[in-house]
């Protein structure tokens, strides 16, 4: 008896937990963005070219497309072509591209970002895969010839 309720007690708690992280589970802004998928493709371009970036938006385009459906579909991207656009301001994503982008343990360089953003802030994303939204100083900071 006691081994069953003690088991009981685990399956609660157990489901509990996931039901609680699921309903709680909020996906940041910057994690929604279209800056999170291109971040993630970048990487893996980096990663299949022994850590060479794209030359030019067509090449890291090519590489996109060329991805299995499935992992597009999980990173939720349904058209390569709007992942260059900002659902925020509506304009391309400013694009820079460097034969040899930062890897890890090294400090990441700033690959794409807004044009211009909402309320004075702007997503940026770095090459090794993080996204941040900043204002106009920490901008400057980070893309100081945009």
């Known amino acids: 008896m006691?081994?069953?309720?003690?088991?009981?007690l685990v399956s609660i708690l157990t489901l509990s937990l996931v039901l609680g992280c699921q309903n709680g589970?909020?996906?940041?802004?910057?994690?929604?963005?279209n800056l999170?998928?291109?971040?993630?493709?970048?990487?893996?371009?980096?990663?299949s070219n022994q850590g060479?970036?794209?030359?030019?938006?067509?090449?890291?385009?090519?590489?996109i497309k060329s991805q299995p459906s499935q992992e597009l579909s999980n990173l939720g991207v349904t058209d390569v072509e709007s992942l260059f656009v900002s659902?925020?301001?509506k304009k391309p994503y400013k694009l820079k591209f460097d034969p040899v982008p930062a890897v890890p343990g090294q400090t990441s360089n700033i690959f794409a970002w807004e044009q211009v953003g909402i309320q004075g802030k702007?997503?940026?994303?770095?090459?090794l895969g993080e996204i941040m939204e900043v204002d106009e100083n920490k901008?400057?900071?980070l893309v100081p010839n945009p």
Do not use: H, N, W
């Open 52 to 63: 060479r970036g794209p030359k030019d938006e067509q090449e890291l385009k090519e590489f």
């Open 2 to 8: 006691k081994q069953r309720t003690c088991l009981a």
């Open 87 to 89: 659902a925020r301001d």
């Open 25 to 33: 589970a909020t996906t940041s802004p910057t994690e929604s963005s």
């Open 36 to 47: 999170k998928p291109l971040a993630v493709m970048y990487g893996r371009f980096i990663s």
């Open 139 to 141: 901008f400057r900071q």
């Open 122 to 127: 702007r997503y940026v994303a770095g090459t």
